[in-house]
Every structure is written in structure tokens, then in C-alpha cells.
């Protein structure tokens, strides 16, 4: 496959600290990029995203960086709080002509302590 | 808005049976609906892209006579497994996203389908 996880890398944070969740995305040619929050047993849920012609973007307590020059992207969380565990996956459209297919990367389980 | 239902949320079959999967978008039209895999403690994989009124197309591995997907309206995308064997026990999630929108917009992805093949 495209992109594959052997394992599930993982985040250990306390409540109230900022974290940073990071990517690094496989297709130089990919415009768009987004940022998912998948619970356990459930479908991923959208959180932040962002088009290739930016390198920052805010919404509430996250912030989402672009690095096109080495293929970095990062998520940044806020006040990090324990409803904030999960796993993160960043996704990339694999296209630049018009949305095409999103890839995923391999996903970070952040976990949160009070 | 944009919300994806996926059904059933799981489902148990004994091998060498097929289970039919349904995704539905419930306030939106989708021409094209995405079918993923996800095993435990691993990442999302993309099966196949499934196109209203057209073939499916697959990603290279997955084998289209084992998942057939029919995406017969606007608003329903269904994915069978076929002849179901222990290793085909996974995490099938749907998603879609509202062409009414800008191409960059995000998918929406259903709640999944947990299948276990005894």
C-alpha cells in the first residue's frame, strides 16, 4: 500500500500542556492536507485542514504548519486536555488537478493524563 | 452537515460467506464515495474509489472480484465482501465528501464496519 503502519507511535502528555503531533507526507505534488482525530472503534473525525499555497492555519486550540520544502506538516494542540486522546493521522490528496484520493499517514496515539 | 452512516456497525460471519456493507450520505449527494481498511494499529489504506453510476476503481492489490462495490444512487455505496476468510476480519470505513463544495474540502468518513470472519 501507500502508506503503511507497523506500529502506532505515541504521545504522552499531561492535561494543560501543548502538544505536537507530527507528519511527514509522501507527494510533493499533493495541494491539500488534512488532519484527523480517530477514537477507538470509531471513523476518523476532521479537525483542521489545509491548502499547499498556506503554511499556517488556526482553529480552536489547534494550529496545523506546512513545511513544503522537506514535506513536514504538524499539529498543534493547545491546553491539551484528556478528551483530546486519540489517534492523529495527517492526510494528503494525492493529486493537484482537483481532489482525487486522500492517502494516510501512519498516526500518532496521543494520550493524555490528567 | 455532511454526515456519512455507515451500517452495520459490525458483524460477524462464518467463513466463506459474504457480507454486504452500506454507506449512506444522509444530508448531501455523493457522486463518489472512498472505501478504506484499517487493521488494528495501523493506518487507514484507501481500497477503492466507488463512482455513482460507474465501476469502482481499485487500488492496486485489492482485488475487485473479492469486493464488489455498487454505488447505485447518489446517496448509497455498497461494498460486499465475497467468499469471506479469517484475514479479511477488519475495519472497513466509508467516506465521501460534498461536491457542492470546493475540491478542497475534506472527506467525511462513516463510524465503520467491524467484520469478524470465524
Same mark, same amino acid.
Given at each position: 500500500?501507500?502508506?503503511?503502519?507497523?506500529?502506532? /507511535? !505515541?504521545?504522552?502528555? &499531561?492535561?494543560?500542556?501543548?502538544?505536537? $503531533?507530527?507528519?511527514?507526507?509522501?507527494?510533493?505534488?499533493?495541494?491539500?492536507?488534512?488532519?484527523?482525530?480517530?477514537?477507538?472503534?470509531?471513523? /476518523? &473525525? %476532521?479537525?483542521?485542514? $489545509?491548502?499547499?499555497?498556506?503554511?499556517?492555519?488556526?482553529?480552536?486550540?489547534?494550529?496545523?504548519?506546512?513545511?513544503?520544502?522537506?514535506?513536514?506538516?504538524?499539529?498543534?494542540?493547545?491546553? !491539551?486536555?484528556?478528551?483530546?486522546?486519540?489517534?492523529? %493521522?495527517?492526510?494528503?490528496?494525492?493529486?493537484?488537478?482537483?481532489? &482525487?484520493?486522500?492517502? %494516510?499517514?501512519?498516526?500518532?496515539?496521543?494520550?493524555?493524563? /490528567? | 452537515?455532511? @454526515? @456519512?452512516?455507515?451500517?452495520? =456497525?459490525? @458483524?460477524?460471519?462464518?467463513?466463506?460467506?459474504?457480507?454486504?456493507?452500506?454507506?449512506?450520505?444522509?444530508?448531501?449527494?455523493?457522486?463518489?464515495?472512498?472505501?478504506?481498511?484499517?487493521?488494528?494499529?495501523?493506518?487507514?489504506?484507501?481500497?477503492?474509489?466507488?463512482?455513482?453510476?460507474?465501476?469502482?476503481?481499485?487500488?492496486?492489490? @485489492?482485488?475487485?472480484?473479492?469486493? +464488489?462495490?455498487?454505488?447505485?444512487?447518489?446517496?448509497? =455505496?455498497? +461494498?460486499?465482501?465475497?467468499?469471506?476468510?479469517?484475514?479479511?476480519?477488519?475495519?472497513?470505513?466509508?467516506?465521501?465528501?460534498?461536491?457542492?463544495?470546493?475540491?478542497?474540502?475534506?472527506?467525511?468518513?462513516?463510524?465503520?464496519?467491524? +467484520?469478524?470472519?470465524?
Amino acid at each position: 500500500g501507500e502508506s503503511v503502519g507497523l506500529h502506532l /507511535p !505515541t504521545l504522552s502528555v &499531561q492535561e494543560g500542556d501543548n502538544s505536537i $503531533i507530527n507528519c511527514a507526507y509522501s507527494n510533493s505534488a499533493s495541494d491539500y492536507f488534512i488532519w484527523y482525530k480517530q477514537e477507538s472503534g470509531k471513523g /476518523p &473525525q %476532521f479537525i483542521i485542514d $489545509i491548502r499547499s499555497n498556506m503554511d499556517k492555519r488556526q482553529g480552536q486550540r489547534v494550529t496545523v504548519l506546512l513545511n513544503k520544502t522537506v514535506k513536514h506538516l504538524s499539529l498543534q494542540i493547545a491546553a !491539551t486536555q484528556p478528551g483530546d486522546s486519540a489517534v492523529y %493521522f495527517c492526510a494528503e490528496n494525492h493529486g493537484n488537478t482537483g481532489f &482525487q484520493k486522500l492517502v %494516510f499517514g501512519t498516526g500518532t496515539r496521543l494520550l493524555v493524563s /490528567p | 452537515g455532511a @454526515v @456519512v452512516s455507515q451500517h452495520p =456497525s459490525w @458483524v460477524i460471519c462464518k467463513s466463506g460467506t459474504s457480507v454486504k456493507i452500506e454507506c449512506r450520505s444522509l444530508d448531501f449527494q455523493a457522486t463518489t464515495m472512498f472505501w478504506y481498511r484499517q487493521f488494528p494499529k495501523q493506518s487507514l489504506m484507501l481500497m477503492a474509489t466507488s463512482n455513482e453510476g460507474s465501476k469502482a476503481t481499485y487500488e492496486q492489490g @485489492v482485488e475487485k472480484d473479492k469486493f +464488489l462495490i455498487n454505488h447505485a444512487s447518489l446517496t448509497l =455505496s455498497t +461494498l460486499t465482501v465475497t467468499s469471506a476468510h479469517p484475514e479479511d476480519s477488519s475495519f472497513y470505513i466509508c467516506s465521501a465528501r460534498d461536491p457542492a463544495r470546493s475540491y478542497n474540502s475534506p472527506l467525511h468518513f462513516g463510524n465503520g464496519t467491524r +467484520l469478524t470472519v470465524t
